[in-house]
């Protein structure tokens, strides 16, 4: 399969395709090489892209996903822990972020306004 129907299948950039040949995210195991030299992608890089894309999207960075790709293989309990520990980055995240609302509320009931100056009543 030629990268621009890989692209197209996974709706993403071909530089971003190739990006992740360049870090490692894609190994040489999705990539056959032709003759001419051009790359011929197996079939399985799509399901492969996607469950990459789906890492990204939950918040995990190309490094974690570049770090457990190095692994070859992880056991269940070591994948539980690292998706346990996205999920309390997630809910931290949370928490920060109803404390931002929260604030924002209070200054409303609080009627500053910035005519007089910043914070001056």
Known sequence: MKISEVAKMVDLPISTI?????????TDDYIL??????????SEIIQYLNVVK????????INDIKSMISKNG?????QT???KEKISEIED????????????????KLD???EKGFGKY
């Open 112 to 114: 500053i306004t910035c």
């Open 81 to 83: 822990r690292i998706i």
């Open 33 to 42: 090489r032709e003759q001419n030299n051009y790359r011929n992608y197996a």
């Open 18 to 26: 190739r990006y992740y040949e360049k870090m490692g995210i894609i």
């Open 54 to 61: 789906n890492c990204l999207a939950v918040g995990f960075s």
């Open 93 to 108: 995240a949370q928490k920060k972020l109803e404390d931002s609302k929260q604030n924002l509320y209070d200054f409303l």
């Open 74 to 78: 992880m056991p269940k309990d070591e």
